[in-house]
Every structure is written in C-alpha cells, then in structure tokens.
C-alpha cells in the first residue's frame, strides 16, 4: 500500500486525508511524569484548544473514523472537553483520550458518558503512593483510584457501557516488579483491559535507555509479564501491548535494520497540537534536542496558518515521507521500534 501511495505522489496525484487524527486539546498538565517529554523537554505555550478551533480543525476531515483527544496535558483541563466528543459523535467518530483521573470527578464522569465517550484510558504506571508520586511526580494516587472507582460504580449505576475505562502502564525496570498489584486493581475496580506500554526514551528523567525493558528485560522481569498474562486470561481482563504483539513479544522480540519500516501512519494518520501545529505521530514530540530542531524538523505545517489539505499534500510532509522511505529518515523515526513501538 505505502508503494502505490508513493507512485502516486510521485505522479502528482494527491493523498486522501486521513481518517484517524489526534487533536491535543489541551498542553496544560496538573502532573509532572519523569518519563514525560512535557515535564523533560521544551515544549509548546500552555494552552486549551478552544471549541471553536477545534471546529475548523475537524470540519476540514471529510471522513473521519477515530479521534484521540490527547497529546501532552491533561485532557480533562479543558472545560470544553465534552463538547468536542459530542460534536464527533454527531459524526459518527469513535473517539478517546488517555487521562491521569486526577479530575475525574462525578461531573466530569457524567459529562463523558453523557457526550458518548468510547474509550477512557487511564494512565497508570504505579501502584501504591510512593511509586505512583515518584514516577507521576504528584501524590495523587489515591485520590484517582477514588475517582475511578465511583466513576466505574456511575456507569454500573446506569448501566452505561460506554466508555470502556482501560489501565496504560508504562512498563520500566523501576516499575516491572508492581504489575501483578495492577491487575489485581484492575480486577478489584471491575476494569477490563490493561495495556502494556513500552518506554519511549530519551536519556532525560526515568526516560533512560538503562530503564527500558525492550529487549533488556531479565528472565525474572519477562516470567512477570507471563505469569500476569495468565493471571489476566484466567480473570477475563484483556492484556495487550500495542499493534499485534502480545505483552511478552512486544519486549523481547526482535527488529530489522530498518525498524520504522512497516510503519504506514506518514500515510494514514496525522497528530494536530493545540497550536495548530501538524506532527507525523505522537511519537513526534518526543526526544527533540532543542525548541528549533522541533520546529524545523517535526513541525510539517500549522493548521491555523494553512488548510490541512495543503500541508498534508505539502512540501515539508512529502519531504518527512521522502525521507522515511530512505535509509535516513525523520530522527524521531529512525529509532521507532527500537525505542517504542508501532
Ligand atoms: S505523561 Fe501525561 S499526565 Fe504525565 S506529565 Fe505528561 S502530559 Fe502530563
Ligand atoms: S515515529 Fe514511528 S510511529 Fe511515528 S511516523 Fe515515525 S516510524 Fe511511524
């Protein structure tokens, strides 16, 4: 598919827009994550993306199928939140967003269900205070596991199927040994799908290469994520890891030289921060040297400035796509499925 896209190109003809898109809807956070790009690197102005913005983003999508509403902040900082997954439900869009629960209050839980939320995804790397503060860098571990609980009764109480509430654990060495305590909160909340997720590094806070478990991990770590594969099948949680691996192979198995190849999102997808500014993936805002090497090599055009359909089809985007078809792609791709996965 990724050669005929690129014949096409070639020939002039233009790429489809994509049908599944982030929008960050907002760069504020309330925590300070020691493996977040936001706590660790420079980044975009603290701002909300308002609705009306937000509008003239979506509205120049003529088909899409899948928004996610995060990028690097805290989702439900933006009071208009609810507003935007009504307006793309109106359209037919699935839609979801990662989350830290520190607002996931009766009101807001209610707003989400009520504006037909798909999927919530709770952000969860440890499991007790101590882990969770050191890691998230904010003692708020209690207070979410409150939250989560009496928004998981809310739903029960109205028999609400949507959303579906899932754990995202980024997995480290620091933090291996805890997974078992989170299935078993998982279990004891009712929640139904936890994911592992690699660690993107960068050689800054706990985002270290020395913590990453891909194809570092010892037996003990890897007889860990078995035994909560088992533990989970047993309990009926679903336990994934991103794109098709299971847990276990997504941190042992291995890449090719090329280890971004196989990869279609230049293709298919596109990352829209509350700025305007248009990135290849989520993967974009992480690991940048400096504010200019961000802007002149991750930025391929800003959508407040030029309609999407110029810079999808535009110079810097078939240039990044250019490039990732060579041996020398974008930096942020050379190192993709080394680092993290697809
Ligand atoms: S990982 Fe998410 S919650 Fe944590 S600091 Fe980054 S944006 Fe905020
Ligand atoms: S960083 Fe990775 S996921 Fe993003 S476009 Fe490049 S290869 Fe694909």
Redesign the pocket.
């Known amino acids: 598919m990724v050669v005929s896209q690129i014949s096409q190109n070639q020939d002039q003809a233009l790429l489809a827009l994509p049908r599944s898109i982030y929008i960050e809807s907002t760069t504020r ?5 020691q ?5 660790l690197l420079t980044r975009e102005e603290d701002r909300d993306l308002s609705f009306e913005n937000f509008r003239s983003i979506v509205d120049q999508f003529p088909a899409l199928e899948r928004v996610v509403l ?5 989702p439900l900082l933006n009071k208009e939140l609810p507003k935007m997954i009504r307006y793309l439900k109106e359209r037919g869009v699935y839609v979801l967003f ?3 629960g520190i607002l996931l209050t009766e009101r807001r839980g209610q707003e989400l269900i009520d504006a037909g939320l798909d999927e919530y995804r709770l ?1 969860m790397d440890g499991t007790n205070r101590e882990s969770y503060a050191r890691i ?2 904010v003692d708020a571990f209690d207070k979410i596991w409150r939250n989560v609980r009496a928004f998981i009764d809310l739903q029960k109480a109205q028999q609400a199927t949507k959303p579906v509430v899932s754990l995202w654990f980024t997995a480290m060495h620091e933090n291996i040994p805890e997974l078992p305590q989170l299935v078993d909160l998982a279990s004891n909340a009712g929640i139904p799908e936890i994911y592992l997720q690699r660690l993107v590094y960068f050689e800054e806070g706990l985002a270290q290469s020395k913590q990453s478990l891909f194809r570092r991990s010892s037996r003990e770590e890897q007889e860990i994520v078995r035994q909560c594969e088992e533990t989970c099948a047993s309990r009926g949680i679903r336990f994934k890891a991103a794109g098709t691996a299971t847990p276990l192979e997504s941190i042992v198995r291995e890449t090719d030289s090329r280890p971004w190849s196989g990869c279609n999102r230049p293709y298919t997808l596109t990352y829209i921060t509350s700025s305007g500014n248009v990135l290849s993936c989520c993967f974009a805002p992480f690991g940048h040297r400096s504010a200019k090497e961000y802007r002149e090599e991750r930025v391929l055009g800003n959508i407040f400035q030029q309609s999407i359909a110029e810079i999808w089809n535009g110079d810097r985007y078939n240039e990044f796509r250019r490039a990732f078809e060579s041996d020398h792609p974008a930096r942020h791709c050379s190192q993709c499925g080394l680092n993290w996965s697809y």
Do not use: F, I, V, Y
Not at 29 to 33: A, H, Y
Not at 70 to 74: I, K, S, V, Y
């Open positions: 956070c309330n925590e300070l994550c493996q977040c790009p936001r706590t995060h990028g690097l902040g805290e990662n989350s830290n952000s998230r860098g």
